[in-house]
Each structure stands twice: as structure tokens, then as C-alpha cells.
């Protein structure tokens, strides 16, 4: 059974960088089907997906436009897990954050981290 | 990007009543089309892929259908568990997007 166990901090000042990371067991970060994404969750923008990181014979990335020049998202292959780096934070980042696994070509998320709420505030 | 627009936003039912939930795709994504259960405080759960393929433990009660821009998800008999918001997502590439949910209630 595949579980992705998120950690990271809960507060972030604005203009500072939010970083989180996800935890894969039973499964690969190296996977050859599997992408391993970020999405986040406000009653202002919904569900909304921020990106990806995936491997097909080497690494790739793909970012939403809404965040593309702010985020980063890396794969740990040493600790298996994955990492989200979005700088320069305002109060409108504050969501509740998730990573999921989508797995084989075109396929929707599977399984999901168990959300972090993170707030931007001084 | 391709919009995904659900309706209703909520809807209350009673117990055993049919629900159907509406998700309409701005450009055709043939059918790659999911939709997920997020009971409150709780993480989304996939329940139909590929428009009508039920995941694996998903009660049969429900079930999806549609291709192009129209889809639909039915709850064929309500049951208080079902007690959650509902959202689609395309799923034919990226960026992935979602609907903006519709509540489901019990009456």
C-alpha cells in the first residue's frame, strides 16, 4: 500500500520561501509510471494543482503558470520523497497543501498525503 | 487552460433519493474525467476515473458518465455516508484542473 507522509512547518512569514516535503513508502520516487505531485486547497481558489516532478529515463518538471516563476519541486532519490519550495509567499498562498501520486499515462491521483495547513502571516 | 465548471454548487437530498452532479469541460477532453469524495477535514479520495471506471472499493451506487465536455456522476441511492463535497478533474494532461465542488447534503 502506497502512503505519503507530508512534514513541514505550519507558518510562514510572507516573502520568505514555503517548503514541504512528502514521504513516499511502497512505491518509488524513481518510479518509470508513477509522477508525484503538489496541490493545494482554499475557499478562495479550490483545488488547485501546482506541479509535478517525474522520472522517464530522467528527470522532469511541470509547473502551473499561476506559480511557475515561484516554485520549485525536487525528487530526494537517497530518502525517497519529494519537495515543494515556493518563495516569496503573501497571504494568498495560505491553503492547506498536498502531495498525491498519479500513476500510469493520463491516470488522476490515487493516493494523497495527509495535508498541511500552511499559513502565511507576520 | 481548460475550465472545469460543476453544478449544482450544493444540493440537499434525502436518504435513497438519486443524486446526479453536472461537470462541464470548456474544450473536450474526450473521457478523461475524475471524480473525487472530500468528506470534512478529510483528504480527497479518487472515486471514478476515465469518466466511468469505478476505483477499486468504491460502492457500487456510484457511478459516472459522459466524453467530450459533459459528464455526470450519480449516486444512485443516497446514503448519510455520502455526506461530502464532490469534484471532477480532467485528467488528459497537463494542467491538471478541477471543478469547484458541489456539496452534498442530507435533507
Known amino acids: 500500500q502506497v502512503q505519503l507522509q507530508q512534514s513541514g512547518p505550519g507558518l510562514v512569514k510572507p516573502s520568505q520561501t514555503l517548503s514541504l516535503t512528502c514521504a513516499i513508502s511502497g512505491d518509488s520516487v524513481s518510479s518509470n509510471t508513477a509522477a508525484w505531485n503538489w496541490i493545494r486547497q482554499s475557499p478562495s481558489r479550490g483545488l488547485e494543482w501546482l506541479g509535478r516532478t517525474y522520472y522517464r529515463s530522467r528527470w522532469y518538471n511541470d509547473y502551473a503558470v499561476s506559480v511557475k516563476s515561484r516554485i520549485t519541486i525536487n525528487p530526494d532519490t537517497s530518502k525517497n520523497q519529494f519537495s515543494l519550495h515556493l518563495n516569496s509567499v503573501t497571504p494568498e498562498d495560505t491553503a492547506v497543501f498536498y502531495c498525491?501520486?498519479?500513476?500510469?499515462?493520463?491516470?488522476?491521483?490515487?493516493?494523497w498525503g495527509q495535508g498541511t495547513l500552511v499559513t502565511v502571516s507576520s | 487552460d481548460i475550465q472545469m465548471t460543476q453544478s449544482p454548487s450544493s444540493l440537499s437530498a434525502s436518504v435513497g433519493d438519486r443524486v446526479t452532479i453536472t461537470c462541464r469541460a470548456s474544450?473536450?477532453?474526450?473521457?478523461?474525467l475524475a471524480w473525487y469524495q472530500q468528506k470534512p477535514g478529510k483528504v480527497p479520495k479518487l472515486l471514478i476515473y476515465?469518466?466511468?471506471t469505478l476505483q477499486s472499493g468504491v460502492p457500487s451506487r456510484f457511478s459516472g458518465s459522459g466524453s467530450g465536455t459533459d459528464f455526470t456522476l450519480t449516486i444512485s441511492s443516497l446514503q448519510p455516508e455520502d455526506v461530502a463535497t464532490y469534484y471532477c478533474?480532467?485528467?488528459?494532461?497537463?494542467?491538471?484542473?478541477f471543478g469547484q465542488g458541489t456539496k452534498v447534503e442530507i435533507k
Open positions: 476515465a469518466a466511468s
Open positions: 498525491a501520486r498519479e500513476t500510469g499515462s493520463a491516470r488522476p491521483f490515487d493516493f
Open positions: 478533474q480532467k485528467h488528459n494532461s497537463v494542467p491538471w484542473t
Open positions: 474544450q473536450g477532453i474526450s473521457n478523461y
